[in-house]
């Protein structure tokens, strides 16, 4: 038996595109003599649908796409993701199932047992989670068929869960596992998913293929890196990460196994890539082309550049260097410098005119008092309007270039660097974004147009935000070798004050900067989606109150 | 049997400031010789915690909370709602609970066992669902004890859920019920709420003591209107809405009824005193005193600016008038006459030199392109950064006053109009903004200075934004008339094209609404957080993705 796993980029909503891409596929797998072909979870409608699962007509058009598929299923048999109705009125109105199609006809329906609901996750606000579980028949085999999570409660070890599908299944002795899967990429994901994908096949010592999505969709980002894993425990091999890919396995070699083929994974590594294709994605699925961003002169601004010119192209990337009346020469000059490294359009529009008005506007309200942070506000907001006034003109979408460290104590300003459709370093604390310029610089000829394409000058010297004279973010943060692993402690890892104070931290320090992660969710809240890298990322996967009393 | 209700007005992780409420009203039903005290679902901790809930820290404060009450329990039973850790390693690591207290000891703890995940609710993202249901005996009576949505699912008819918890402590045949909720506010809610306890009573045939919270957490406002039900169905009381309240019932005269007491619910009513309290609480809650809001010359502005006056008070409201070179003098005229009419300071800063400096700022740039939404946007945000610089100098939260109807098709502009901390009118329909103003323009004078407040002008004079020669809303929109009953049937109805069009609505506006409603997700994603006075706001209750191809 031929089995073809197709991990495609999709799309939400987009029923025309996501099916096109199937159809295309199933024939490239007929081509291929496949007998089976298995697309990701939800693949009709793209991942996360979110409330667009609560309009009849959604659910409708997600069945017309299985309709669709269902017709070219004669001489291939099709595995694909779509929401199911709940025919009974007791629990949620619906499914989150895997159909199996072949010969013309829906030859099985597996629904998701297992539905996250956590962190980005919020399956059990749409979907019943399932209650039954049979093997599919084909062509003299059974396939145990599951979704997602339904692998990632092995041994009833994983304490979110009191079943475990394939255990209900196993009875049956099915001859190997199909898992159809939207498992969204963090830095560390790709190894744990690798293991629980092994775990499961040696348990149960048949083979797993596993489709996995690709793509991304808005903040969460799908890297794809689909699996087929020997009876042996072996991976026999490895889609690639960040890309579309179809192959083809046959069944007898997968069983023979004595093959492993695992990719290397580099966080950083990682992180560039996922970057790129978040970046590119948004662009793409939401009909742009090109992008604008503010350039300081700093890392930030250098990295989202690189990043944007790698997703779009050179052509589609243009900057604004918008020096202050504190800004230093070298910032304008680094700045240019890296524009012309890139080969991307640069502008230098001077910001001082345009405070000064703002100040003669004000300046009866604001007799008497003295320079303080609003007027470095006012100098932030005056770069965030001409920016959007770029965007309007000309259509560009302006990237958004602040850090996670920042973004964490609210070390910016709202509606001024904060403006901005995609935060493409939401999620990267500032000293990972030092070892990302490491990683970009050393990357060789061809990928850029230079080796070294971010100026030393930009990386050596201190951070600033160049609003008042001599300022340095150290005049109101902790050093980031400081505040980055306390903030990772406190965010990704959810410590609380006395454990903070028990691993080593200052208390003091601790008190200082829970507080300022806590006061300032109020400004988060109003923030550009944030490009998802990390397992705890800002946005709708950390929800908290903003008049909230905690640690502030 | 004396059983005080006490409606609280409590604060997310303010365990401090929430304890010593309950312990002063503890000592408040004491003198009133109450043997029980009731208070809200997860009172300690304030309703919804959100991701606080995944803090360790956070729950062992929340015991400590628990464990101060259960001192002060020596002469009455205390019922208080508090998270509970799962002891079991195998399902969610919390439960919602309701804690029975008395002389000095945990007598019994009831957990949750409806869990709301849909609308703003995420409670299965924390909590496991109850799985035992025992009474409560005290002092010779047997308690039903049930948390909020517990009731929710009478006779099995809510098809969200698949048990009915009060069904499975009947068979101990409890004497009365006890309900401790966190019911939130939409304008509707209260009559379902009434209709709810009362069909819940009129099943079992025993009276029921329901206590709800009261107060705004930043979007979702809680109302109050606690409810004593006697056996004959009837409402025996229903405490005040929108305020904080003890009062103490006689079991005996409770059973006995014949007494119907239910208050009016008139939806402008209701949606006024919500968003006051909602003002208010955002202000008292993040410890601000002051507002600042640009004042247009109309209606939303002037609604904006009066409730915040009555919230907060007229001498903690300043407004700016921004006049562009478009705007009609009336405009100013109309707004300075509010201004006086509420005895708010005002200031006039015209916006024309500090939009001709971004003008000229971006003249190479713009050189050749025509004056286009780029210009009207260029105003918008000078606007924007006038009011946060005010904000930021002095030290007011910026209210913003963007309506429903606007919000929903995205008419505004991002970091211009859009900003603020708080959107008043985020879930107010223009059409039912007027009658907003109609209601507030006949109070008697006390409530505001005089009667008839707003001016007539900025009813009667057609909507604009003002920001290009003559601009009228209804250039780029339908007539509100049209337009809000088209967008309450896809936003509060989750109604289709196809079921909309069959309502009679015509397919080209069907297509065009519901396009610029999604493409407008970006928008509102970093639109100021919205008090909630609908069924379906816009924010935590309405989760869309950004890159979606769905109807757009």
Known sequence: MRIALSQLNLHIGNFEGNLAKMLTAVETAKAEKADLICFPELAVCGYPPRDFLEFDDFIKRCQQSVAALCEVSKDIAIVVGAPTRNPVLAGKDLYNSAYFLFDGKIQAVQHKALLPTYDIFDEYRYFEPASEFKTVAFKGKKIALSICEDIWNLGNENPLYTICPLDEMMP?????ILNISASPFNYAHAKTRIHTVKANVQQYQIPMFYTNMVGGQTDVIFDGGSLVVSPDGQVFDELPYFKECLKVYDLEEVMKGGIHREQAKDKIHLIHD?????????????????AILGLSGGIDSAVTAVLATEALGADNVRVLLMPSQYSSDHSVNDAQVLAENLGIQYDIVAIKSVYDAFEAALATQFAGTTFNVTEENIQARVRGTLLMAMSNKFGHILLNTTNKSEMSVGYGTLYGDMCGGLAVLGDVYKTEIYALVKYINTLPIGKYRMEGVIPQNSITKPPSAELRPGQKDTDSLPPYEVLDPLLFQYIEQRQGPNELIAQGFDEALVKRVLRMVNINEFKREQAAPVI??????????????IVGKYLS
Chains 1, 2 share one sequence.
């Open 172 to 176: 049956e002795k099915p001859d190997f």
């Open 274 to 290: 996922a970057l790129v294709l978040g970046i590119r994605d948004y662009f793409q699925k939401l009909g742009f082309q090109k």
């Open 532 to 545: 998802r890298v990390s397992a705890k990322a800002f946005g709708m996967g950390r929800r908290l109150p």
